[in-house]
């Protein structure tokens, strides 16, 4: 897929983002703005099925430093996109021209960092910047694409600190040509007109003030005005499709692949010799996703169509690298040499899943996976990574919508979610005290499914010293040395981590006097609370799901007696239930907390019931016992 490539251009359609002083502006547009767009205009012209233009001009002023950035253009492009031309001007307070761009002053930087990509995505560079406040800058430019499987998505406010005087977005469309569009958040709908050559869609807002996210609100393209568009008809490099249902985008996915999974005839019979003996898909499938693993390197490669199509099999299994596209039709192909059908998908991965918009058919995605259908459920296969267990999507690429890609065309289906007994820690720990406070804790912790995923990759990616830095960074105990720890990775469809570890505890417990007071949740405790905001305007959004089981045994030292235990808690709410106890045995002390947290979405009105559920266990986490010391 294309993701670097398709966010920059997203951002460069949004980053005309500036802001005004007062004297045009009204106080509401003025007011929690760092900067007010004046004046934006987009228009996008669909010349053929393979080439379109965009140009886009906007006026904007720049209120504080805290707008700065928007005083910076980044256009990007590549072969399947050519810039045309970028203006700039910037004035002052008083009207008075800063500076005019010239062709010296716009810089061409490279587009990729990393050292497992090989990218042709390059941009072009225009910085406005001035130091005196307010000021203005306008920015014009243009860029002819013949990569038409992306239309604009016009987002005409982007930032939470941004004001829109006036926003215009125009589609002109050959006569003939079907524009498929799909607005949201908006008081007008599209205005249609007809010229002698185009079909004319045009939408208009104005006076649009900052929008202020919510604690546990909805993702920001939930609730912006958006207007996304998308081609029935498209063609890129010679390759020509539809999109105007998931079937038919799903066909033309499916053509960019074909004739590319032939392997070798030696790779063939290694792979059949390598699984010989085995009756059992599953292990089958683990062997062939362990050989993949172990004989490739993910390295991205985006180079025009190449963003879209896979590398042949023949070619990953010569060089031992490809992209998640190449990795996975070479997975695909491995498994097919030995007899097990697997399908092609497209997903949108990331831990910030934005959702796929089912109804609008269109290109909402920027990796892909592998999907082995199985008799009793389906085996999901991340191809690009060297440490996962075969099996697990995870919270890259879990719990979310996915389209297969057969001959027949696309179908969206469901990835493997992971719900809040999968996603487990659970803790025992035995902690045995002293007179001054300080102790000594032998704690095991055992992590699964998504909350298993930081310590795998330490485990992968950090030396022994960088993993202890990481531990003290990590632990969530006031003051404590670490005498020694261990990791225990377990692979599977449920992979897990043990931790076990040894911990000096420092002022573990506070003395005052003759008494001694513990806060029994030894290392699990809520530091803090969102706030009550009042009236809410957005759903309540839960987006993880997770069980936290936590078995403190403390051992305290002679002479200590009991004087106050708080009483048992339990709350059993929609969002998640908490439990917690405490039992005294003469010195023994055993506390056993259980959270669950549900994932999910919530009407509005509920965020103070949620607000006062996580309050509760807050308190409940800090509670104390208090010991008395026996007098002689």
Known sequence: MRPNFYKLWMAACLVFIMQVQALPFSKDLSKGANAIIEQEETVFTVNSISN?????????????????????LYVPYDRLHKINFIKGTSYDKNGKKIKTLKNGDIKDVGNGSADYEVLENRMKHADLSHTMYPYRVEFEYQVTSSNM???????????????????????????????????????????????????????????L?????????????????????????????????NME?????????????????????????????????????????????????SNTRYVSIQLGLGGWQPFEASFVDAKGYGDCKALTNYTQSMLKAVGIPSIYAL????????????DFPSQQFNHVILCVPMKQDTLWLECTSQIESAGFSGSFTGDRHALLITPEGGKLVKTQAYTAKDNLQSRT??????????GMAQIQTRYTGVEHEDHRDIIHSLSPEEQRKWLYRNIDIPAFDVKSYSFDLKKGRMPEVNETLELNL???????????????????RWASVPQNTGKRQWDVVRSTAYTNIDTVVYEMPAGYTLEFKPNDTHYATEFGNYSASVQVEEQRIIYTRVLEMHKGRFKPEVYAAMVEFMNNVYKADMQQLVFVKNVQ
């Open 52 to 72: 379109g233009t965009t140009y886009v001009r906007s006026v904007i002023t720049i209120l504080n430093s805290g707008g700065k950035d928007h005083a910076n």
């Open 429 to 438: 720990a035995a902690v045995k005290l002293d007179e001054t406070g300080n």
């Open 347 to 358: 997903v949108n991965g990331g831990s910030n899943d934005r959702g796929v918009l089912t």
């Open 209 to 241: 003030t900052p929008i202020e996210s919510e604690p546990y609100g909805p993702s920001m393209w939930e609730i912006l005005p958006m207007v996304r568009t998308a081609p029935t008809d498209f063609e890129v490099q010679g390759y020509k499709g």
């Open 506 to 524: 420092r002022q573990c417990v506070t003395v005052s006097g003759k008494r001694m007071f513990l806060t029994p949740n030894l290392m699990n």
């Open 149 to 207: 499987l992306f239309y604009p998505t016009w987002i005409p406010l982007v930032n939470s600190k941004t004001s829109v005087e006036k926003a215009t977005f125009k589609v002109n469309m050959p006569k003939g040509m079907k524009l498929r569009y799909r607005e949201s958040n908006l008081t007008q709908k599209a205005r249609q007109e007809s010229t002698a050559a185009h079909d004319v869609y045009s939408w208009e807002v104005s006076n």
């Open 245 to 293: 249902t998931w079937e038919s985008y799903g066909k033309w996915v499916s053509k960019l692949s074909e004739g590319r999974d032939e392997l070798p005839e030696a790779t063939k019979v290694k792979l059949q010799t390598l699984v010989a003996g085995i009756d059992d898909p599953r292990e089958k499938i683990v062997k062939i996703y362990e050989y993949l693993q």
